[in-house]
């Protein structure tokens, strides 16, 4: 059965910084790019950061380039996703995804959720930022 899980989300202010985990179970980490999507209410769900399979060269949405960074450790079958300079408007339930298909690389449409309607979703984990 596979599983992934994220973890590391929680109350924060404004220019603080926090740390999420996706850990996954049950498929071959080494075949998936994975994606780190968000959505705030009201709002539709976005990607915000795709990480090949390699962890190199990973895509970041605008909004985040510059104060979100991605490391990948296949060892551990986790990827991570240091937030920095937390601002309100990053206050968001926060997924991690697989994306099915294409060798192991992010997919061109890669911040549209339905890129990973094929692959494996996490829970979730809530970041709350205030200001």
């Known amino acids: 059965q596979v599983q992934l899980a994220e973890s590391g989300g929680g109350l924060v202010q404004a220019g603080g910084s926090l740390r999420l985990a996706c850990t996954a179970s049950?498929?071959?980490?080494?075949?998936?790019?994975v994606a780190w999507l968000r959505q705030a209410p009201g709002k539709e769900r976005e990607g915000i950061s795709c990480?090949?399979?390699?962890?190199?060269?990973?895509y970041y949405a605008d909004s985040v380039k510059g104060r979100f960074t991605t490391s990948r450790d296949n060892t551990k079958n986790t990827l991570y996703l240091q937030m920095d300079d937390l601002k309100p408007e990053d206050t968001a339930m926060y997924y991690c995804?697989?994306?099915?298909?294409?060798?192991?690389?992010?997919?061109?449409?890669?911040?549209?959720?339905?890129?990973?309607?094929?692959?494996?979703w996490g829970q979730g984990t809530q970041v709350t930022v205030s200001s």
């Open positions: 995804a697989t994306a099915s298909g294409n060798y192991g690389f992010c997919p061109g449409s890669w911040r549209s959720a339905d890129a990973y309607s094929g692959g494996y």
């Open positions: 049950g498929l071959i980490w080494d075949d998936y790019a």
């Open positions: 990480t090949n399979w390699s962890g190199q060269f990973p």
